[in-house]
């Protein structure tokens, strides 16, 4: 079965720090994929960024960065000098393929509060 | 390119009624699925549609169903609805890169 663990239930900071959202998965597939979504007050979930269990490969967009590691199991992801703007729930999903389609297993999300 | 889109936004039933969500998803996305999303549970998986075919369902009792449409559109149904089931209802659809979900706004269901 697959588990994806966000530890940090609620996060505040300071407009213009930095915060780092843990993301812990586990999973006995060897293909799969995992996703970071960003919830604002209006509902949608905003696909922010994808890796595959083959990319070990770190990412930086903009303010955003993510550090995946196989090794550990995790795929924390670092917001840089953040925003009032970056303020809401995001979550991390583990995505597998079966019976032709992908499921998604969800953390159970961090809010992130940013105040000015 | 729209987006998805979910109808109604907000829906308040009664304990024992039955509902109809429906989503359209982004135009060319034949694989539409479906979440419920409950501060207690967290987001869970109910089913996923592919070209009319229910090829995956979660762990959910048989009163939720869904079904799509040849156009790709899709409705879930819930009957004789409890308390419980009041949930934000998410459906999001994806296209050739199948692992890769686009998600729409929601439906609030609240149930009396």
């Known amino acids: 079965a697959q588990k994806v663990t966000q530890a940090q239930t609620e996060i505040s900071v300071v407009e213009k720090e930095d915060v780092t959202l843990d993301c812990v998965y586990e999973t006995r597939d060897t293909t799969y994929y995992l996703f970071w979504y960003k919830q604002p007050p209006s509902g949608e979930l905003v696909f922010l960024i994808r890796?595959?269990?083959?990319?070990?490969q770190n990412e930086i967009s903009g303010r955003y960065s993510w550090n995946f590691q196989k090794s550990t199991s995790s795929f924390n992801f670092t917001i840089t000098a953040s925003q009032v703007v970056d303020s809401a729930v995001y979550f991390c999903a583990l995505i597998r393929l079966s019976g032709g389609s992908y499921i998604p297993t969800f953390g159970r999300g961090t809010s992130l509060i940013v105040h000015p | 390119k729209a987006g998805v889109t979910q109808t109604p936004r907000y829906l308040i039933k009664t304990r024992g009624q039955q509902v109809t969500l429906s989503c359209s998803p982004i135009?060319?996305?034949?694989?539409v699925s479906w979440y419920q999303q409950t501060p207690g549970q967290g987001l869970q998986f109910l089913f996923e549609?592919?070209?009319?075919?229910?090829?995956n369902k979660g762990n959910f009792p048989g009163r939720f169903s869904g079904r799509q449409f040849s156009n790709s559109r899709s409705e879930m149904n819930v009957s004789t609805l409890e308390l419980g089931d009041s949930a934000l209802y998410l459906c999001?659809?994806?296209?050739?890169?199948?692992?890769?979900?686009?998600f729409g706004s929601g439906t609030q269901l609240s149930v009396l």
């Open positions: 135009s060319g996305h034949r694989s």
């Open positions: 890796r595959n269990s083959f990319d070990e």
């Open positions: 549609y592919f070209s009319e075919t229910q090829r």
């Open positions: 999001a659809s994806a296209g050739r890169t199948m692992e890769k979900l686009f």
